[in-house]
């Protein structure tokens, strides 16, 4: 019962570890895609121009470079005047990783459909890692399949560690948020309330000095 109550986490996971979309981008103009991803994990992308001529070879005018930044703006991936390709890196710091898509300029403008799959995490060691560990060790399917269930168990907890401490950290900032707001409420309460008795002191002078009161 264990062991596929641990397959369903893993499906799961791993479905939600894994970016895949389809956008366009007009020529001479840029498309980006961000990323929340933790340190030290596996990323991998893979991008193709959609073929608007389906059975025919795809136009020289759809070409696209593509850029790939870390947080701290390092380039881990740049491809100039491509119809596809694939990037692949593990993060050396935790953060927002961003991709672009840039059109390549074409007169007259022309629209080019993107195929794009991100994949980061649990979803991409059980792609990648797994099959390195069969290939660089010749052993049975059964110890693969051991090897690959321990480190997918251990990816899970990593991710879940990550997730819990992001929450904390979004929980204290909301808190900080609201009690900032509370202080401001009070204070802007407190110069309205003295504004107001400032106007009554004025008129209340104001009707003494003309002697209406």
């Known amino acids: 019962y264990s062991f596929f109550l641990v397959l369903l986490i893993l499906g799961l996971l791993s479905h939600y570890s894994v970016q895949s979309l389809r956008f366009e981008v007009k020529s001479g103009e840029v498309k980006c895609i961000h990323e929340d991803i933790r340190k030290n994990s596996m990323s991998i992308g893979n991008y193709s121009i959609v073929n608007p001529n389906e059975g025919q070879p795809l136009p020289e005018s759809h070409k696209l470079i593509v850029r790939v930044d870390t947080p701290s703006k390092m380039?881990?991936?740049?491809?100039?005047?491509?119809?596809?390709?694939?990037f692949k890196f593990e993060t050396t710091e935790e953060g927002n990783y961003v991709a672009c898509f840039w059109g390549v300029e074409h007169h007259p403008k022309i629209t080019l459909s993107v195929d794009f799959e991100w994949g980061t995490g649990v979803a991409v060691a059980a792609k990648t890692g797994f099959n390195n560990v069969a290939k660089r060790r010749n052993v049975d399917a059964m110890t693969v399949s051991l090897f690959?269930?321990?480190?997918?168990?251990?990816?899970i907890h990593e991710e879940m560690t990550y997730i819990r401490n992001r929450e904390f950290e979004d929980l204290e900032f909301t808190w900080a948020t609201n009690t900032r707001m509370a202080w401001l409420g009070l204070l802007s309460f407190f110069v309205c309330f003295s504004v107001a008795g400032l106007q009554l002191w004025h008129l209340k002078t104001f009707f003494e000095k003309k002697k209406i009161i």
């Open 75 to 86: 380039s881990s991936h740049f491809a100039n005047h491509v119809e596809s390709g694939q």
């Open 148 to 155: 690959n269930l321990v480190e997918t168990v251990t990816s």
